[in-house]
């Protein structure tokens, strides 16, 4: 069959259109509206590559930053926080022997490298000898006189020396100082130029061992701290410098910018009785005074100052002396009862699989008995609960504050004080977000420690 297009128009409305008939739309009407759709599906298209670039590239991004989260991580290798108090910086201390003749008589005692004159008193030459019970001993003739060096040891043996020949007493050993005649005086040395006998019948009744150290103490009528023997204490003060006197003349300058210095203290006198003995107070460039308490000095400093230690305080105003000062013994082994630890130290290294890590951008929070603190990096000094700085233990190839590969460094925070047996809690986040939680605590006895593990 052919297909016939009509080329006239109905004349009569109803008339059947027949199925040959093809029609089509033409104009400009209807190519606008093609071309919008064209273009309104471009620009889908558009925003959906677009947006479906951005998730890529965020996923990717997180993907990243979660990965260095995990991989890049910190290792502590220790944890150790550092003692400070004058009763705990027991870096000399000096034995005190003690002896009581066998007759009864008194206990005298006497320090480390003490000089004690020993005479034979009898007329008896049949056995005229000192020694340890064990075959080691000293002669004498009749009625002679020996100045002999006793050195303690340790807790448990003391030497005795005439400068030639040396014997050693270990009293754990079960050995003592004996005599072969009733007939020995030991002349000590009471510290204030005389000497106090102790008689040697046999064997000594009483010989000890304890461990001394010298103590000075300081205080400004309310408060007291004491310092041993080549401790610190802290200088703080408002102005920048500091002018320290013994109240003689002789003075030296302190910088303190304001803030801090530390001073050295060392007793200059061993004697048992140091109540007019000597000590010298030195400060950090290495100039000293020296105060004589049996004489007319006393220490004095021409700006109002504090001076810390162990967590106590003393004051002294511009020009005045302390209130208290003396110096005295006190029991090595129980000196460290008040001790804290003023100083963290963290060894860290590079965690398996970690990149490198620049220690200058992290930031540590720290949770003390004292609440919660802040720490961020500073290249100077640690300061108080606000700063931390790093000291590098293993840096071959000179990347500080950056840890690289092979490096070990020391993060130091300053977190005042901490009593023994106390808690905290270190967050250390670096700047890919990683982080590492180290629990610390300070062991329940800090005696004679200079440094702990925590």
Do not use: C
């Not at 002669?139 to 100045?147: H, L, R």
């Not at 986040?429 to 440094?451: C, H, I, M, Y």
Request: aromatic fraction near 4%; charged fraction near 20%.
């Amino acid at each position: 069959m052919i297909r016939q297009t009509l080329k006239k128009p109905f004349k009569r409305i109803g008339d059947r259109i027949p199925d040959t008939w093809d029609r089509g739309q033409v104009g400009i009407g209807t190519l606008i509206v093609f071309i919008a759709m064209v273009l309104v599906a471009a620009i889908a298209a558009g925003v959906l590559i677009n947006t479906a670039g951005f998730l890529q590239s965020k996923s990717q991004q997180t993907g990243e930053e979660a990965s260095s989260q995990v991989t890049n991580q910190l290792q502590v290798v220790s944890k150790t926080g550092q003692v400070t108090s004058g009763l705990t910086s027991t870096k000399e201390t000096h034995l005190l022997a003690t002896f009581q003749g066998s007759s009864g008589g008194t206990t005298e005692d006497f320090l480390d490298e003490t000089v004690i004159t020993v005479t034979d008193t009898t007329a008896d030459s049949s056995d005229n000898t000192l020694g340890d019970g064990n075959g080691n001993q000293f002669t004498f003739t009749d009625g002679e006189s020996k100045d002999l060096t006793f050195t303690p040891i340790n807790e448990s043996a003391y030497t005795v020396s005439d400068g030639s020949t040396t014997i050693t007493v270990d009293l754990d050993g079960g050995e003592a100082l004996t005599a072969g005649t009733d007939g020995f005086d030991l002349a000590i040395p009471d510290g204030q130029g005389t000497d106090v006998t102790v008689h040697l019948a046999s064997t000594l009744d009483t010989e000890t061992v304890e461990e001394k150290t010298s103590e000075l103490t300081l205080g400004d009528g309310t408060s007291t701290i004491g310092v041993l023997d080549e401790g610190d204490v802290t200088l703080e003060t408002q102005v920048s410098s500091v002018t320290v006197q013994d109240g003689n003349g002789d003075t030296f300058t302190v910088d303190t910018d304001g803030e801090s210095a530390t001073l050295t203290v060392e007793v200059l006198n061993d004697d048992s009785d140091l109540t007019d003995n000597t000590y010298r107070v030195t400060g950090p460039d290495g100039n000293s005074v020296e105060v004589d308490l049996g004489g007319t000095d006393a220490l004095q400093f021409d700006e109002d100052v504090v001076l810390k230690n162990g967590g106590t305080e003393v004051q002294i105003g511009s020009g005045n002396t302390f209130a208290t000062e003396t110096l005295g013994l006190v029991d090595a082994e129980t000196a460290g009862t008040s001790g804290k630890v003023d100083n963290l130290e963290l060894l860290v290294m590079r965690g398996a699989g970690a990149e490198d890590i620049d220690l200058s951008g992290t930031v540590i929070s720290m949770t003390a008995p004292d609440g919660s603190h802040s720490l961020t990096y500073s290249s100077n000094a640690p300061e108080e609960d606000s700063k931390f700085t790093i000291e590098a233990v293993q840096d071959e190839d000179g990347t500080e504050p950056v840890l690289s590969s092979g490096d070990r460094f020391k993060i130091i925070i300053d977190p005042g004080t901490l009593d023994a047996g106390a808690t905290a809690t270190v967050k250390i986040t670096t700047q890919a977000g990683a982080t590492k939680v180290v629990q610390l605590r300070v062991p329940d006895s800090l005696a004679n420690k200079e440094a702990v593990n925590l």
